[in-house]
């Protein structure tokens, strides 16, 4: 089974936004295989985004995300990349389709709400930076045969 990391980004905490973000990867059929509030550190900031160094709007994206808790979960499912992917919509959320989250919660780019993982290269390297596999819990739902 495929899994993603989604950050809900410190705006999304400080919205009381994170219940119904979750909510819709739960509806959808994602299990959540592992989830933190926390505040990320500097350093862990610029590793996630570290090919961003060069933008314009780098200093602003490292502020931002260690301005306060974010909420981190790692989601399973067929596909997981794809679909999380979809449903947070472009980055740009003047792009982005009503019915996604940057389409339903967002106007600007700095503040789009959530991260999610492009690829599932990126998936892997990202669920490594920010838990640990003792963090990660392995279990069953009893939904699962019927998705
Ligand atoms: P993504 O989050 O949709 O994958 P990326 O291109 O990986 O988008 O950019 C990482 C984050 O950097 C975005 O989520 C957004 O918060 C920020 N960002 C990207 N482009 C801009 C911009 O043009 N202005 C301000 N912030 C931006
Ligand atoms: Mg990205």
Redo the contacts with the bound molecule.
């Keep these: 089974m495929e899994q993603t990391l989604v950050i809900l980004?410190p705006n999304a905490v400080q919205r009381e936004l994170i219940g119904d973000l979750i909510s819709r990867f739960e509806r959808r059929g994602l299990k959540i295989t592992a989830m933190k509030l926390c505040s990320i550190s500097t350093e862990t900031a610029a590793h996630h985004?570290r090919?961003?160094l060069e933008?314009?709007?780098y200093e602003?994206?490292i502020s931002?995300?260690t301005s306060g808790p974010s909420v981190i979960i790692v989601l399973e499912s067929l596909a997981a990349v794809t679909i999380v992917?979809s449903m947070?919509g472009?980055?740009?959320p003047a792009d982005a389709a009503p019915g996604t989250i940057?389409g339903d919660f967002a106007t600007?780019?700095?503040?789009?709400m959530?991260?999610?993982s492009?690829s599932i290269e990126s998936a892997k390297k990202e669920i490594e930076l920010f838990f640990s596999s003792d963090e990660m819990m392995n279990y069953k739902l009893s939904v699962r045969p019927w998705l």
Aim: proline letters at 8%; zero cysteines; hydrophobic letters at 25%.
């Design positions: 980004k985004y090919e961003h933008e314009p709007f602003d994206l931002f995300i992917r947070v472009t980055t740009n940057r600007s780019p700095g503040h789009n959530i991260h999610a492009d």
